[in-house]
């Protein structure tokens, strides 16, 4: 079993900046892909950002490209979302999630769906 526990959301203010961070526990945690999505209000959730835990590579959701990066600390089990100049249009509730069966099917690690474990969500307000 695997728990990811996220930390960092907050109340910003447009054009500031701020880190999500997200500890798996467990003795072993070898995902294939971690992910962050995001929750507004009576919206969908909605892909932002995945790593692919191995190499690294990434892929984001294009209203985030250039200011938002993920990235990871393997030894501590922990995934992190770098979030720059930041929007209200990014005030969501924010969740990790890990993916940990390899899959060559395109587009999974933009699926919800294909995600096995989930942090608990943190909320991010920016006002303007």
């Known amino acids: 079993q695997v728990q990811l526990v996220e930390s960092g959301g907050g109340l910003v203010q447009a054009g500031d900046s701020l880190t999500f961070s997200c500890a798996a526990s467990?003795?072993?945690?070898?995902?294939?892909?971690m992910g962050w999505f995001r929750q507004a209000p009576g919206k969908e959730r909605e892909f932002v950002a995945s790593m692919w835990w191995s190499n690294a590579g990434t892929v984001y959701v294009d209203s985030v490209k250039g200011r938002f990066t993920i990235s990871r600390d393997k030894a501590k089990n922990t995934v992190y979302l770098q979030m720059n100049s930041l929007k209200p249009e990014d005030t969501a509730v924010y969740y990790c999630?890990?993916?940990?069966?390899?899959?060559?099917?395109?587009?999974?690690?933009?699926?919800?769906?294909?995600?096995?474990?989930w942090g608990q969500g943190t909320q991010v307000t920016v006002s303007s």
């Open positions: 999630a890990a993916m940990m069966t390899t899959t060559t099917a395109w587009g999974t690690w933009k699926t919800a769906g294909q995600y096995d474990y």
């Open positions: 467990g003795r072993i945690f070898n995902p294939y892909v």
